[in-house]
């Protein structure tokens, strides 16, 4: 199946820095979602992010599909934006199934 | 509001008992799902369901059943089968159900703990 592989798994911010969220994937994807997953457990819809570019407030993300990519910027992080931040795929091919990456650990410092 | 509700947020349960979790939504979804998350790990797909009265194994399946007799509602049942029950569970949907795996919305979770 699907690999996606999310780097760097561990990320530690001062708050104000800006960061870069890197989702790799293994084959061609129909669409590819972001999510932040809060200290609580929910999972929060980021962006809904087959190609190219989308942005909302201090976040964009940039999928290029071709080189099977995807890319989640955070501008002037803040202590809310800590949690753990997943991609996921939907594989050509594949029938309604979402593969997941590990994810990505980010702790904003104050 | 429209949304996903899921049910107990928090489970305790002893050794060889079924539980059933509840995921209801009213966001006139077709598509529903069911994942299981372990500390420090990604989601992995349990069961899913594409339209009422249908549903599919996914990656892990073992130990789990669910129903869909009603579009709104994808209830999950850990069986005794299931040799390691301890998890977070998350309900999702979408409103694709003719194959595509469309935009996910997740519910709250369910925390279970098995004594």
């Known amino acids: 199946g699907i690999q996606v592989e999310q780097s760097p798994p561990d990320l530690i911010l001062q708050e104000g820095a800006n960061s870069t969220l890197r989702c790799n994937f293994s084959d061609s994807v129909n669409n590819l979602q972001w999510f932040h997953q809060n200290p609580w457990g929910q999972l929060i819809n980021l962006f809904y992010i087959p190609s190219g570019t989308k942005q909302n407030g201090r976040l964009s993300a940039t999928t290029v599909a071709t080189e099977r990519y995807s890319l989640l910027y955070i501008s002037s992080s803040q202590t809310t934006d800590s949690g753990v931040y997943f991609c996921?795929?939907?594989?050509?091919?594949?029938?309604?199934?979402?593969?997941f990456g590990k994810g990505i650990t980010l702790s904003v410092r104050p | 509001d429209g949304g996903i509700t899921q049910s107990p947020k928090y489970l305790f349960r002893k050794e060889g008992q079924n539980v059933t979790l509840s995921c209801e939504q009213n966001l006139n979804h077709d598509a529903m799902y069911w994942y299981r998350q372990d500390p420090g790990q990604g989601l992995r797909l349990i069961y899913y369901s594409q339209i009422v009265n249908d549903f599919q194994k996914g990656d892990i399946a073992e130990g789990y059943s669910v129903s869909r007799e009603k579009k709104e509602s994808f209830p999950l049942t850990v069986t005794s089968a299931q040799k390691n029950p301890t998890a977070f569970y998350l309900c999702?949907?979408?409103?694709?159900?003719?194959?595509?795996?469309?935009?996910?919305?997740f519910g709250e979770g369910s925390r279970l703990t098995v004594l």
């Open positions: 999702a949907s979408s409103p694709a159900g003719t194959g595509r795996a469309g935009e996910l919305f």
């Open positions: 996921a795929v939907d594989p050509t091919g594949a029938n309604s199934k979402l593969t």
